[in-house]
């Protein structure tokens, strides 16, 4: 009964789609071979290099996160090409069995599903790689499916430690515009995201950003797939080529609105959104976990996502909650991905379009799910987390 009404999708994407960013799609199919839609994706090109914090090339494909996924690779690794994969969950290592799908030869140093990546093993592994076989390094930045972060800056420092030459390439699907991220300042080579995350739009297209260094390997390769390639996509004499074929339409309105709501937001500031958001959902864990089986997969907070959290009940409890508060209050919660047992593990997307109200509201909707289970757990959830926001949002307000 008390599903009815408004649901809530708190998933770990696709996020909550914005009204501005719905009304902005809700309209005819424009002329796509003139007018406004020419200029309106034009002048996203900066604002989704903003967003990345770079001021190298970005293309556009119409595609999810793993058409990106290959997209980055097609330009940069061939058959016979060997990368590293550094697994820290379930997408990493996907994004290398797309490698392997392609030809290369993968090698991974997995730390598996809660620990971020040991910055020691990453540069002695490229040490031991004397003759230059690893052409390419690849990583996350969060793990959509064990919520892990992992350290790029230090990723990149661990590279050149080793005095290894290879590309640092970048999965920024589940955390950008959530996590704080510098593909320049960080030394990223290749990044990697889509739309439909952080960026609050439907999914259905998809970015790969890269620099001067990754476009000279591309400039090596003996052939790339006219539709993977990125270069005619990046400063096309002819519109259609930003796409290579039918522009994704509606897709770019939407977009153009959500990076709006970014840039009047700051990004800095809705970095610090979910952060703020993340730490609440943390803390009220944190109460539920001292009593019962209710444990957060990534015991270090410093790796943590603050864009999805990933936890773990008993066997059969993760699905029965996740059931019930569907079924009963109309919140949609985040299935155990990659995970053994499966239905033992939850994940809570808090990415995107997510305020106070929201978060505190869902997290209430698990409070009552867990009582009406009869799963144990420990008090002073919702207070925690309360204080936490409370004390983020300040009481700049004065009362009468």
């Keep these: 009964m008390f599903a009815n009404g408004l649901s809530y999708l708190a998933i770990p994407g696709p996020s909550v789609m914005p009204d501005r960013v719905l009304r902005a799609m809700h309209r005819p199919a424009p002329n796509i071979y003139t007018g406004e839609l020419h200029a309106i994706t034009r002048g996203v090109i900066p604002d ?99 919520g892990v972060k992992n350290d790029i800056k230090g990723i990149r420092a661990a590279i050149d430690a080793a005095g290894h030459n290879g590309l640092l390439m970048c999965d920024c699907i589940a955390s950008l515009g959530c996590d704080a991220y510098h593909m320049d300042d960080w030394g990223v080579d290749i990044t990697v995201a889509a739309s439909q995350k952080g960026l609050m739009t439907p999914p259905g297209i998809g970015f790969v950003w890269f620099n001067a260094k990754a476009d000279a390997v591309r400039e090596t390769m003996p052939r790339v797939s006219s539709y993977w390639d990125w270069r005619p996509r990046i400063d096309p004499d002819e519109y259609y080529k930003f796409f290579n074929g039918t522009a994704p339409t509606h897709h770019i309105y939407g977009l153009r609105e959500a990076l709006d709501m970014i840039a009047e937001e700051g ?93 505190l509201g869902f997290l209430g909707t698990v409070d009552a799910g867990l009582k009406a289970l009869g799963i144990p757990h420990g008090s002073g959830a919702l207070e925690a987390a309360s204080a936490v926001l409370a004390d983020a949002a300040g009481a700049d307000i004065s009362l009468p």
């Excluded at 959902?281 to 001292?290: F, H, L, N, R």
């Excluded at 059931?323 to 593990?345: D, H, I, N, T, Y």
């Design 48 to 146: 989704l290099k903003s967003v990345a914090r770079t001021e190298h090339s970005v293309a556009i494909y119409i595609a999810n996160g793993h058409g990106v996924w290959e997209a980055a690779l097609s330009n940069v690794i061939g058959e016979g090409d060997t990368v590293l994969v550094l697994a820290t969950g379930r997408f990493c290592e996907g994004w290398g069995e797309m490698a392997k799908g392609l030809g290369a030869k993968v090698e991974t140093l997995d730390f598996g599903n809660s620990n971020a990546v040991d910055l020691a093993q990453v540069e002695a592994a490229l040490k031991a790689d004397t003759k230059g076989r690893i052409k390419a390094v690849l990583t996350v930045l969060v793990d959509t499916s064990t």
């Design 267 to 359: 990004l800095e500031n809705t970095w610090a959104r979910h952060e703020g958001l993340a730490k609440a959902i943390w803390a009220a864990i944190d109460a539920w976990s001292t009593e019962g089986p209710m444990r957060i997969n990534v015991a270090d907070p410093a790796a943590r996502s603050h864009a999805v959290t990933s936890l773990r009940l008993e066997e059969g409890q993760g699905d029965a909650l996740r059931a019930w508060c569907e079924q009963k209050m109309g919140v949609v919660l985040g299935v155990g991905l990659g995970r053994s047992p499966a239905s033992a593990f939850l994940r809570f997307g808090h990415m995107g379009h997510v305020s106070g109200h929201m978060v």
